[in-house]
């Protein structure tokens, strides 16, 4: 959604609250699309802090279904975000301003969905774990470990091991 800053920017003092409607069915990731099961109506406060220069801040939640990185079940992640930029109004930016502002604000619009978007990615988690002690699949058959053991031998050797495990299994076969 597209808010004009305009007033904020001309108006010292001026404080904006507006309640922002975020249609988020998915968001993205590194390529793939992860559903939202909910999102809660986000709040945006803008402040005029100097002549050309407004204070935004946004905050709200939004819950997305993201795979555990172990047993792939699905995991409802809450994004908390609480978002404050400096936004400076185009005719007053330095270069540097225009560049960092140009991912969430058109000319004196600013972007709501892009600067949530980009909030999102940079709060995105290292990893997604359905539980600390997730034991994940197994790596022979794919059965999920936290149901219970499949039966399957997950004995991996030691590859540092192996000139001397291949002198024990010549001698067996003599």
């Known amino acids: 959604m597209l808010v004009n800053v305009t007033d904020v920017f001309t108006s010292e003092g001026r404080a904006v609250e507006k309640e922002i409607p975020v249609g988020f069915t998915q968001v993205e990731h590194e390529g793939v699309s992860y559903p ?37 079940r699905e995991v409802e992640y809450p994004f908390l975000l609480q978002i404050a930029r400096e936004v400076v109004a185009p005719d007053r930016a330095s270069s540097e301003e225009l560049e960092e502002q140009s991912a969430f604000m058109e000319g004196y619009s600013l972007d709501t969905d892009r ?20 034991k994940g699949l197994c790596p022979v058959c794919g059965k999920d470990l936290n149901t219970g053991a499949c039966g399957c031998d997950t004995f991996v050797p030691d590859p540092r091991m192996a000139a001397i495990m291949d002198v024990f299994n010549a001698n067996k076969e003599v």
Do not use: H, Q, Y
């Open 115 to 134: 600067l949530i978007e980009n909030e999102i990615m940079t709060s995105w988690p290292m990893k997604v774990l359905c539980d600390p002690d997730c």
């Open 36 to 72: 939202v099961r909910e999102c809660t109506a986000f709040s945006l406060r803008l402040m005029n802090t100097a002549p050309g220069k407004a204070l935004a801040e946004v905050s709200g939640k939004l819950m997305a279904a993201i795979p555990c990185d172990r047993c792939l």
